[in-house]
Each structure stands twice: as C-alpha cells, then as structure tokens.
C-alpha cells in the first residue's frame, strides 16, 4: 500500500523527493502545491487547538541555531545517540535494533561490526573559520528553545503556573535508517507543547494530556480503531522521563508512534538553570512556595501526522465496475475544499463556472478544472481528497443553481449559486 501512496502523492502534487532531477537527496522530501495545503492545515489547526481556544497556552518561535551549551546541557552531546553497525560482507549500515540476532537486515550475513555509539546531531559552524570553538548544532529539537525561554515567555505573558509554551519548527537528525516515506527523515517539523505544573501535580496533568491529545487525532479525522496508548517500560524510559506514553498508529508497517506524550520532571529547566547559573525557579505568590516547575510535554511530527492522515484516508472502491480512488480526508484538513467545473466548454459555462469559482475563492481553497469528461474531473478530485465538487451545467444558466457532488457518499444536489458559499462552509465546519 505504501508504494501506492507515494505514487497518488508524486502524481497528484502531495510529495516529491528532494533534488529528484539530481537524483534525489535520501530521507529529505518536498511537498507540493496540494502537500503544502495539507501540513499548513494541519499546523493551523493543532495552533488553534493549543492556543487560540485555550487561555493557559501561549505560543513561541525559536532559533533553529542556539548555544551549544545549550545542547550539553540538555545531554543531547552525551547521549543523543543511537548505536551503529556494518555488515562487513555488503556494506549496510544500519542501527544495532535493526541487526536482529547479529544478522544483516539486507543479505542476512553475521558479518557484522560491534556497535558504536552515533551521535544523531548535525553538526555545522558559525562565522568564517572552521574551528572548534566556532561549532554549532541543528536542533535535534524544538523543545530546548522553550525550556531556555521560560522566563523571558513567563514575565510578559503574566501567565502562572500551571500553563504552557507552544511552537512549531523545523528539527534536524542525522538518521541512520530513515524511511518509510516521510515517517521517518533528516529534517522534518514537530508540533511540541511543554506544561509547567507545580510538582506533585505532574501525574494528573499527565492523564489529562493523555487524553486531550487523543482527542484531538479524533477531531482530526483518524479512525479511533487505529490508534492507541502505549506507556514506557521503566527499562525504556528516556534520561529525563519519570513516565511516558506513545500514541501509536497502525501503519501499513505495523503499529509505530504518532505522538509522545512525556513527564519531563523538572530535569530541563535544573539543568539550565546549573549549566547557565541563572534561577529558572517559579514563585507561587498564592501559596508562597518557591519551586523548580515540572514539564509535560507533548510532541507530535508534522510530517509524520500528515503520512497518517494520508494513510488513514486511503479508500480503494469499486463504483459501477469501475475502481475508484479516494483520500477520504478530514475537510478542515483537505488541502481543496472545493471544484468547480463546467460540465462543457461550451454556451458560456466556461465563464459562469469562473464566476462561481471566484465567488468560492475569498474564503476558501478552490480548484477549477474544464479538462477531460465530468467523471474524469471528479476522479482526480476524488485522489485529491477535495470534499465537494460543483458542476456547472445548461440548468445553471436557466435558474442559477448548480450541482454539489459530495466526495465520500458522491450524492449530488441543486443548489442556488448565492447560497453556495454558505452551504460549503457550513459543511466543512460540519454543521
């Protein structure tokens, strides 16, 4: 199935591999005109969910390039590693999990190296000189740049604890093993959330977030069958988690993490306060209690959370002895929202079917098409997850109505042109 939606996403203009003309860039990806749409959606609505319908959430965009301190501090140079090895009878290298029972995963040789340690970080220099001083990281991360921004955010923000940071950025990781399409990649995009919470509180701000977060893959369009909680054993926990859960996906290759749902403690906002000797404490003027604020933290991938809508989407259907496909994508998150088609190129439709689409076009994504007969025009619409299609037609120029095609139960309907914007937008908010 996989190798079927990377072809829909190249042909429909979804995905394409970096430099393709170059012969492409392993694990880095560009997104295309309806791409785009999809993850600037999705973006939009995880912010509005995170910050705008809440008043304990404000929002943060920090530098991709920081203070390599920064990076120390946080163990990200001593344990951001993952362990590497080679087979030495065909080359692959790949991560030690990946070797199971000391065989290639590629031509099953047990010609394999002892595993060392690979530092995930790429590393790169500020200024003209390469030397070490000058030696900066891409963030691995998004959520270092909350944690060193606590008190600049949490003074004019007049926000108290318990309340979070929000951001959206760009992150770096120099996989071993990318793969599986866009699942996993060098760069990509993370959604991350961090809560500060008054120790002894973390464990019930945990099953909130919990919750929450489940929510909102449901508000997204996911079906819930396919999604579930899985917690950290202890053995697995990371340096800095007291507890964690995965919201994990059943993909075409098996159940893997959507999002990670962590209790930080209060090991971030410690350690910058030691390494940088500043006072990251929190003064609680209701209780008078001085206290370093434990984290909450929820991350979710950009990228990652695109691939499972476009998965979960995914219908093959045989209508009329015909195949079709369709992405039976959320409409809040399609990247069109809309169609508009003259049934033919003829007797002024063309024209009328402009004036349609540029009445549609100031509040919402509308794509026109006159090429190829009516059905091929839905089909293509069909691929591309557009919710609804609206055919103009002879009846049109007779009493000024048109035709609204649903995408999933491809039911149709008159409907008057000067009602049409507030009928689509009334079903695309699901109203």
Request: proline fraction near 7%.
């Given at each position: 199935m996989m190798d079927t939606l990377v072809s829909l996403c190249k042909r429909r203009g979804f995905i394409f591999q970096s430099s393709e003309i170059y012969g492409g860039l392993n694990s880095c990806w560009d997104y295309g005109p309806l791409g785009v749409e999809l993850k600037n959606n999705i973006k939009r609505f995880w912010w509005r969910s995170m910050t705008q319908l809440r008043d304990d959430i404000v929002g943060l965009d920090a530098a991709i390039l920081m203070h390599p301190a920064v990076w120390v501090a946080s163990g990200h140079v001593e344990q951001f590693t993952d362990p590497l090895v080679d087979c030495r009878s065909c080359g692959t290298r790949v991560r030690g999990d990946e070797a199971a029972e000391g065989k290639?995963?590629?031509?099953?040789?047990?010609?394999?190296?002892?595993?060392?340690?690979?530092?995930?970080?790429?590393?790169?220099?500020?200024?003209?000189?390469?030397?070490?001083?000058?030696?900066?990281?891409?963030?691995?991360?998004?959520?270092?740049?909350i944690y060193v921004n606590f008190l600049n955010v949490l003074t004019p923000s007049r926000r108290k604890v318990p309340f979070g940071i929000a951001q959206i950025g760009k992150a770096f990781r120099n996989e071993i093993s990318p793969g599986n399409f866009i699942f996993r990649t060098r760069e990509f995009e993370q959604m991350e959330m961090q809560f500060f919470v008054r120790p002894g509180t973390d464990g019930e701000w945990l099953e909130r977030w919990k919750a929450e977060r489940l929510a909102w893959y449901a508000e997204l369009g996911l079906r819930p069958e396919r999604l579930r909680l899985h917690r950290h054993p202890n053995k697995e926990l990371a340096h800095y988690a007291k507890d964690a859960y995965d919201i994990e996906y059943e993909f075409p290759f098996g159940w893997k993490e959507l999002e990670g749902i962590h209790n930080r403690t209060d090991y971030d906002l410690s350690r910058h306060g030691r390494h940088a000797g500043k006072d990251l404490s929190y003064f609680d003027g209701e209780t008078g209690e001085r206290y370093i604020p434990f984290i909450i933290e929820t991350s979710a991938g950009v990228d990652r959370t695109l691939l499972t809508c476009l998965v979960d989407a995914y219908r093959e259907e045989e209508v009329r002895g015909e195949k079709r496909v369709v992405l039976r994508l959320h409409p809040r998150i399609a990247p069109m929202k809309a169609g508009v088609f003259p049934l033919?190129?003829?007797?002024?439709?063309?024209?009328?079917?402009?004036?349609?689409?540029?009445?549609?076009?100031?509040?919402?994504?509308?794509?026109?098409?006159?090429?190829?007969?009516?059905?091929?025009?839905?089909?293509?619409?069909?691929?591309?997850?557009?919710?609804?299609?609206?055919?103009?037609?002879?009846?049109?120029?007779?009493?000024?109505?048109?035709?609204?095609r649903d995408r999933d139960t491809m039911a149709q309907e008159r409907v008057k042109i000067d009602d049409l914007p507030a009928l689509l937008e009334r079903r695309l908010s699901g109203s």
């Open positions: 290639c995963p590629r031509c099953g040789s047990r010609e394999i190296t002892a595993p060392r340690q690979f530092n995930l970080m790429f590393k790169t220099f500020m200024g003209p000189v390469e030397e070490e001083g000058a030696i900066v990281y891409l963030r691995p991360e998004t959520a270092q740049g033919v190129k003829r007797d002024g439709l063309p024209e009328l079917a402009r004036r349609v689409e540029h009445l549609l076009r100031p509040r919402m994504t509308v794509f026109y098409d006159e090429s190829g007969s009516i059905g091929r025009r839905y089909r293509r619409q069909d691929e591309a997850g557009t919710p609804f299609g609206v055919t103009v037609d002879s009846q049109t120029l007779a009493d000024g109505t048109v035709t609204v």
